[in-house]
């Protein structure tokens, strides 16, 4: 690891931001779901949650089609999978996180009203059924983009990445960039593994403690 290399990951995870998520409810075109992840990087999520589609194939990262749309952003936003979307909205919901789904309905408002300094997830629905209404239903608030054009309708990609860059800007205005998210601890936990991404799981095989990493990234000891 160069000291260059080093600092760009201590610079890119001092800006991450935990308390700001998604969670994409069986999204099932790769080039959608990659670049979902694309923007949840460019914006400093720092993880996200997805709800594979209901034919049971994993989420694959690897294929030709998820590395050139996501522009290698997999291998720095964990992507959590989880097998029921309702499921996952009480339980980010009793984390202390509000759930804003992207659907149409009478208590709908438009996605720059919304309050992403808070702890938020984007829900976003799969490309031609939306949001499940259970889902949406159970979610804190449901929030649209307002469109003016014949087709009333935005690729799941371009939406998520509207509302995404709406929080950062929003982030940025109360100073959520200002200073690191992550306490000391877990930043330099991320620090090894996307530095070391090689070594770290033998580490973790071993049940053994990172070791710890000089100003310029070079392992100690």
């Not at 000291?3 to 890119?12: D, G, M, Q, T």
């Not at 979902?36 to 460019?42: E, F």
């Not at 087709?151 to 929080?167: G, K, R, Y």
Request: aromatic letters at 6%; charged letters at 20%; hydrophobic letters at 40%.
């Amino acid at each position: 690891m160069t000291p260059e290399r080093y600092a760009k990951i201590l610079r890119v995870l001092s800006k991450r931001q935990p308390t700001l998520t998604v969670l994409m409810d069986q999204v099932n075109k790769p080039h959608n779901l990659s670049a979902i992840v694309r923007t949840c990087d460019a914006v400093g999520v720092l993880t996200a949650h997805a709800v594979p589609p209901g034919n049971g194939k994993p989420l694959d990262f690897e294929g030709n089609t998820f590395e050139a749309t996501s522009g290698s952003a997999h291998k720095w936003v964990r992507v959590q999978t989880h097998t029921d979307t309702l499921e996952t909205v009480r339980e980010l919901q009793g984390q202390g996180v509000q759930v804003l789904a992207t659907h149409l309905s009478q208590r709908s408002v438009d996605y720059r009203e919304a309050d992403y300094t808070q702890p938020t997830c984007v829900l976003l629905g799969a490309e031609k059924w939306g949001v499940a209404d259970a889902a949406a239903d159970a979610a804190d608030g449901n929030i649209i983009i307002p469109m003016f054009g014949m087709v009333q309708s935005l690729n799941v990609s371009v939406a998520a990445a509207t509302i995404l860059f709406e929080a950062q800007r929003q982030r940025l205005a109360a100073g959520m960039y200002d200073a690191p998210q992550l306490s000391p601890e877990e930043l330099a936990r991320l620090a090894f593994e996307w530095g070391y991404p090689e070594l770290a799981p033998k580490y973790r095989e071993r049940g053994e403690a990172y070791p710890a990493l000089d100003g310029d990234g070079q392992i100690l000891g």
